[in-house]
Structure formats: structure tokens, C-alpha cells
């Protein structure tokens, strides 16, 4: 394994490895995960709900204005891109997650706070995803042309159209699927740099390709319930797949190596 240096205090310096140890895990794993993330909520209901609430009421209004000021196209890489960006609008709910394993009364911004310099690799690796949505969002405007303009289209022509638009938001999705499963809450968890928990993250989900293709299926089947009930079902499913992501980066990520962030 490849080791690198990383200062630990300003006066000693530790050999960490390159990337942190990630557990095999069973195909049902997450099923535990999701059971786990519905007790933190059990545990803390108001300000799970109220941050779900509150990311509902965000994504609400950008589906909104993407579909009265854009076009068929920007409105689809809205229901997309949602998946790329979920991974930052959930830090808050690791924070709860966090703080209810400490046997804490959660509070928001507190594991935030516990990780303080790191702070700056997460809007890094938040402001990469946006960097991301946003190419994928004019890739989706781009894809339009092929939407059929004229009154006798037929099915064949709408399948081809959607066929393409998923196909290319799979790609975007998936990419940050594996660069993002683990690595925010690894960067809290951890005094860790974003390179080390994006490669942490991306090794994780390669070793265990069945399980986190099952892990994606649920997140993605949650997100589609979320569209169909007009985000109301989001309310529920965003702080659930928040918690439940801690509890994934728990059981599969060994980040025992690096020292964790101070406990206040």
C-alpha cells in the first residue's frame, strides 16, 4: 500500500496510507443501512424533518424556475442533477448522524464545526459537483435538439430522445455516485484531504460493485417516488438516504489510520 505524509500537529508529521481501508460487504447491506438512517430519525424527528423540509422547499423552487424560464431539457437535467448534487445538501444530515452516535442532542453545524479546517475540502469537493451539474444541465439543454419539434412524432422518436438524455445522465450520475458515496462523510469523520476520501470512496464502491449497484438502485428508486409525489415524498427520503449514507460510510470505510477531528 502506498503511504504518504500528512501533518497531524504543527510539530509532528505521521505516514498515512494513500487511501483507507474499505470492508467487503454483504449484498443486503444496504437494507441495514436504510433501517439505521429511519432510527436516527426516530432519534432526532424535527430536525431531520426540518432540513428535509427545507431541501424540499430548495429543490422545489429551482424545478420551478428551470421549467418556466428553460426548456424540457434543463427541467430533466434538474431530475438528474438532483442526484449529483444530493451528496452536498445531505453534510447536515451526517452532521445529525454524527452528533446522535456521540450521544448528543443533534444540532446543525456542529460536526461541521468539529472538523474544522476540512471545512475547505468540503466546498471544494461541493463546488466540483456544482462545476459538474452544471455541465451536465447545458449537456441536457444541448440534447433538446433531438426532442421531436413537429405534431406527428412518434413513440419511437420520444423513447429515442429520453434514451439518450438517461444515457448521458447515467454517465454524470455514476461518476459522482463513486467519487461521492463515502467521501463527505469520511472528510467530517476524519482530518483527511478531499483527494484522499474522493479515492477512498471511488476503491470502496469497485470492491463492492453488486452492493453499492443495489445502494444506488434504492437512492434512485427514493429520489423517483420524491418526483411523483410533487417533493413531498422528499420531506421523508432526503434525511433518510442522509443518515442512512453515514451508517454506510461506518460499516465500509476503515478510516482508523487518520486521526479524527476533535470532539467539542
Partial sequence: MTYHRTDTTESEEKLLPFVAKSRILPINAPIGWVIQGAEDMKKAPLVSLSYGLAMTLLSTLIAYCSWKFGTLGLYLAMA????????????????????????????????????????????????????????????????????PDNADYTVIDLVLFLGIGTAIGAVFSTVVFTA?????????????????????????????????????????????????????????????????????????????????????
Fill in 80 to 147: 438528474s442533477g438532483f442526484l449529483l448534487v444530493g451528496p452536498v445538501l445531505a453534510i447536515g444530515l451526517y452532521s445529525f448522524s454524527c452528533q446522535i452516535e456521540q450521544d448528543r442532542k443533534p444540532v446543525l453545524g456542529y460536526c461541521m464545526y468539529e472538523g474544522g479546517s476540512h471545512i475547505k475540502d468540503m466546498l471544494i469537493f461541493s463546488f466540483i459537483l456544482l462545476i459538474i451539474f452544471l455541465v451536465w444541465a447545458r449537456a441536457a439543454t444541448a440534447i433538446h435538439i433531438f426532442f
Fill in 180 to 264: 461521492s458515496a463515502f467521501s463527505l462523510p469520511m472528510i467530517m469523520d476524519r482530518k483527511t484531504d478531499a483527494i484522499t476520501a474522493v479515492i477512498t470512496s471511488v476503491n470502496a464502491v469497485l470492491r463492492n460493485k453488486l452492493t453499492m449497484l443495489i445502494w444506488a438502485i434504492i437512492i434512485v428508486s427514493f429520489v423517483t417516488v420524491g418526483f411523483l409525489t410533487f417533493f413531498i415524498g422528499f420531506i421523508v427520503f432526503l434525511p433518510l438516504i442522509g443518515h442512512a449514507t453515514w451508517h454506510a460510510y461506518r460499516e465500509t470505510i476503515d478510516a482508523s489510520d487518520w486521526p479524527e477531528n476533535e470532539k467539542y
